[in-house]
């Protein structure tokens, strides 16, 4: 999942002090917060190289690889192999015109 960097920013600090309920503890600084998220978490933001497909990304994701899932997971790579190689051919056929 891409997260967009915020989250150590002063917009997200803000939120967080307004969710706050407990009456009993202090928010913190800003430099406090970020010191926190920056460090205290093993995190890091970045944009994606490249889009990734869903389907591709929840069968990588999946633990319990069925037969059934397997050949779905291969039918669906075939759709994407042959729809790039249509489309290859669409852009050669523009350029030879």
Known sequence: MFVQERAANAG???DDQGES?????????LNAYRQIFNNGFN???HKPKTDRCDQCEAYRN?????QKATEN????????IRYSNERAERCRQKLHR
């Open 43 to 45: 995190l890091e933001f």
């Open 21 to 29: 309920n407990d009456s009993y503890r202090e928010p913190v600084s």
């Open 12 to 14: 997200q600090h803000k």
């Open 73 to 80: 997971h291969r039918l669906h790579i075939e759709r994407i």
């Open 62 to 66: 999946n633990p319990d690889k069925t």
